[in-house]
C-alpha cells in the first residue's frame, strides 16, 4: 500500500516550483507538488508558465551568436568611444 502524499499549501508550492521543475526534489517532495498542481488550478498555470519560461531560457541559451561582423562593428566602436574619451 503507497501512502498518500502530505498535502501542501501553494505557497510551498511556489516555493518547490523549480526544484520540481528540475527534479532535484526528494520522491515525497515530488508527489506532493505533483498532487497540489494536479488539483489546484491557479498552481498548475503557474507551474506551465514556470515550465516554458525555463525552455525558453534554455533555447536562449542556445542561440547562435551574434555574427562576426557585427561583433567587429561593435569592438570598433567601442574603441572609437575610448579614443574620443581619452
Sequence with gaps: ??????????TEVVENLYGY???????EVKAAVRAHISQCP????HC?????FL???EARSR????PPELKKRIF??????RTRDA
Excluded: K, S, V
Aim: negative net charge.
Design 1 to 10: 500500500m503507497t501512502a498518500e502524499p502530505r498535502r501542501l499549501e501553494c
Design 21 to 27: 521543475l528540475d527534479e532535484e526534489l526528494t520522491a
Design 42 to 45: 491557479d498552481c498548475f498555470d
Design 48 to 52: 506551465q508558465f514556470e515550465r516554458a
Design 55 to 57: 525552455r525558453f531560457l
Design 76 to 81: 570598433e566602436q567601442i574603441l572609437l568611444d
Design 63 to 66: 542561440a547562435q551568436n551574434a
